[in-house]
T-cell receptor
């Protein structure tokens, strides 16, 4: 059974701090790893990673994947109060050579940024 | 707003009643997914449609749950004889390819 574990489960920082969120996974026939941000509504897409060692960046957020060690990190620099949210990591696996796109999510990391 | 809509946004029902939720995906998206999310957990996959065909169902989906996607457009998720353990947020997502999924705002179900 596919498994995704995120750490820490919660994190409290002050504005301007840099944070690193971790995601480790066990999945058969890995296809991709995705990061989502969830405020009090539906998850919104941040990054999709398929290759090891290639950093994806969007503003103050960046993410990288290590397919050998089966983990990914999400970095947020110069945090702002608007970054407060639950950050979800999900993996997608191929099923018999076909990808159905079914995502297996981790529990999420609750990030709280204080002014 | 991702373009995926769900209705209703909130539903309160008594144990034993049937409920039906609707999801309208982004119009050109042929793949549609249902997930369930309980407090403090990530979303759990329930079922998947490609066009009108239901191609995968989770073992989480008991016989009381049924989903349809007639004509490959909107989808409905019905829960019969609701139980308190069914209380959760039901999320719908759609995509054109099996990668980035766009999520709707969810339907929050409370079973009393």
């Amino acid at each position: 059974e596919d498994k995704v574990v995120q750490s820490p489960l919660s994190l409290v920082v002050h504005e301007g701090d840099t944070v690193t969120l971790n995601c480790s996974y066990e999945v058969t026939n890995f296809r991709s790893l995705l990061w989502y941000k969830q405020e009090k509504k539906a998850p919104t897409f941040l990054f999709m990673l398929t290759s090891s060692g290639i950093e994806k960046k969007s503003g103050r957020l960046s993410s990288i994947l290590d397919k050998k060690e089966l983990f990914s990190i999400l970095n947020i620099t110069a945090t702002q109060t608007g970054d407060s949210a639950v950050y979800l990591c999900a993996v997608e696996a191929n099923a018999g050579g076909t990808s159905y796109g079914k995502l297996t999510f981790g529990q999420g990391t609750i990030l709280t940024v204080h002014p | 707003d991702t373009g995926v809509s769900q209705d209703p946004r909130h539903k309160i029902t008594k144990r034993g009643q049937n409920v039906t939720f609707r999801c309208d995906p982004i119009s050109e998206h042929n793949r549609l997914y249902w997930y369930r999310q309980t407090l403090g957990q990530g979303p759990e996959f329930l079922t998947y449609f490609q066009n009108e065909a239901q191609l995968e169902k989770s073992r989480l989906l008991s016989d009381r749950f049924s989903a349809e996607r007639p004509k490959g457009s909107f989808s409905t998720l019905e829960i019969q004889r609701t139980e308190q353990g069914d209380s959760a947020m039901y999320l719908c997502a759609s995509t054109l390819q099996p990668n980035e999924q766009f999520f709707g705002p969810g339907t929050r179900l409370t079973v009393l």
